[in-house]
């Protein structure tokens, strides 16, 4: 059992259970030891009394009044009296002349043993010497209380219901903390760093609050680090763009005043710089997006369309790197959201697959809307990417292959946009190599509809 309730319900459980069989032990083996002539006396004691009440009732000329010597239960004692070894009143008991003998020969008048399964008890009345009281009943045995056939299943089932209540009011009690902290810990994962548990936490032992709280200052600092990133990201990102604007105006000046023969050494650096330009707007849009921004304007998005144009748009730029793109299922799809993201999004995807697939291919688009969700799916013909490096292909920056992305134009941003923004959506993605080469790569979007 991995989980830790069952583990405490369980163990719990088991230990009640251990405690009421050792209770049961303990009361056998007090019940055994009990002396002897005390319980000798009370129910002897008994026995004369529903004997000498019977004979009374008898010399008053009553009817039934045998029925007092009659067993009440299985376990209650069953009377005869006997008279110079004769029966007097009851039914004939086995061993009681015997019983009766011994009785009559013993210093306290009494008599016990035990004739096959039974108990016999003789006892010589006070007021009639003559006359000799025997009892007859099933051996009784020290557990007699834990076995009681008539309400032995009501006590099996308190016992069972009782001690697994409490058993699971104490598991649930004593593993809430660890389910608090599971939760939080699981936000956080999922970039919740907003989340506080000490709160939460109150009645729980002086540890777990320790854990608690040193877990809200961990949450402080690692938001605190990840904002200083982001705006040091974000500052960084604007401070370049001056410079760059400049540049390009200065680029443009000298262009005008150089000779033809150094014209492909400024269409380089214009390159560059649009290349440099562009990745410093991918990093303003990664910032705003892992700052939560983003979201603050949504619409009714035609998903279908927006699908459509973007393909039509990629489709010119696979014809210049010798492939094409293709449009299979294109369900009827619509959803709330921001459309530039979405926009961005699905272009980051397409483009990448453009980029990578095989020339003479086809990058294979497919959108299908179900169940309140819309899954896009973009599959190309390329190398594909190793099983370890799935996940991370979304982290910022991050190239399977350097050389490769930098010689296809690849920034190592654009999947990390596409994730964020997918993710503001309330969605997922994954990506996986397909069966027969090519990566693919899925966009599911909640709240998709047939529009």
């Known amino acids: 059992m991995?989980?830790?309730?069952?583990?405490?319900?369980?163990?719990?459980?088991?230990?009640?259970?251990l405690l009421v069989g050792l209770f049961a032990v303990i009361h056998g083996w007090a019940f055994a030891s009990e002396p002897g002539a005390l319980r000798r006396r009370l129910?002897?004691?008994?026995?004369?009394?529903?004997?000498?009440?019977?004979?009374?009732?008898?010399?008053?000329?009553?009817?039934?009044?045998?029925?007092?010597?009659?067993?009440?239960?299985?376990?209650?004692?069953?009377?005869?009296?006997?008279?110079?070894?004769e029966l007097a009143m009851g039914e004939p008991i086995e061993g009681a002349l015997d019983a009766a003998e011994r009785a009559r020969s013993a210093a306290d008048r009494i008599a016990v043993e035990?004739?096959?399964?039974?108990?016999v008890t003789a006892v010589v009345l006070r007021r009639d010497p003559s006359l000799v009281a025997v009892g007859t009943s099933p051996v009784r045995s020290p557990w007699v209380f834990f076995i009681m056939p008539d309400t032995l299943p009501?006590?099996?089932?308190?016992?069972?219901?009782?001690t697994g209540l409490v058993a699971v009011l104490l598991a649930r009690y004593l593993s809430r903390p660890i389910r608090v902290l599971r939760g939080a810990t699981q936000r956080m994962a999922a970039g919740d760093l907003s989340v506080r548990v000490s709160q939460r936490l109150t009645g729980a032992d002086g540890e777990t609050l320790a854990l608690g709280r040193d877990m809200d200052r961990m949450a402080e600092r690692i938001e605190e680090l990840l904002e200083t990133q982001r705006r040091l990201l974000r500052d960084v990102s604007h401070e370049l763009r001056s410079p760059l604007a400049r540049l390009n105006i200065a680029l443009e000046l000298v262009r005008r005043r150089s000779p033809p023969d150094v014209e492909p050494a400024f269409d380089r650096i214009e390159r560059e710089t649009d290349r440099l330009n562009g990745m410093i707007g991918e990093l303003l849009t990664l910032s705003r997006l892992e700052s939560g921004r983003g979201m603050e304007r949504t619409e009714r998005v035609d998903l279908t369309a927006l699908v459509e144009q973007i393909?039509?748009?990629?489709?010119?730029?696979?014809?210049?790197?010798?492939?094409?793109?293709?449009?299979?299922?294109?369900?009827?799809?619509?959803?709330?959201g921001n459309e530039e993201l979405l926009r961005r999004a699905i272009e980051n995807v397409l483009r990448n697959a453009v980029r990578f697939t095989e020339p003479g291919t086809a990058v294979r688009v497919d959108l299908e809307c179900r169940g309140g969700l819309a899954e896009l799916r973009v599959r190309d013909r390329g190398p594909g990417v190793p099983e370890g490096a799935l996940a991370d292909i979304f982290k910022p920056f991050y190239r399977v292959d350097d050389h490769r992305a930098r010689g296809a134009g690849g920034t190592g941003i654009g999947l990390a946009i596409t994730q964020r923004a997918v993710l503001l959506h309330g969605g997922e993605v994954e990506a996986r190599?397909?069966?027969?080469?090519g990566l693919l790569v899925t966009l599911r979007l909640p709240g998709g509809a047939e529009g």
Do not use: H
């Open 2 to 17: 991995k989980s830790l309730f069952l583990r405490l319900l369980v163990s719990l459980w088991l230990a009640m259970a």
């Open 43 to 85: 129910g002897t004691r008994t026995l004369e009394l529903r004997a000498e009440r019977a004979i009374l009732c008898a010399r008053d000329g009553l009817s039934g009044c045998e029925q007092a010597l009659a067993p009440l239960d299985v376990r209650d004692q069953r009377v005869a009296v006997y008279r110079d070894g």
């Open 114 to 119: 035990v004739v096959a399964d039974r108990e």
């Open 154 to 162: 009501q006590r099996l089932i308190a016992i069972v219901g009782v």
């Open 311 to 336: 393909v039509e748009d990629a489709a010119f730029e696979a014809e210049q790197q010798g492939c094409s793109v293709e449009l299979g299922a294109r369900d009827a799809c619509a959803l709330d």
């Open 433 to 437: 190599n397909a069966e027969g080469g």
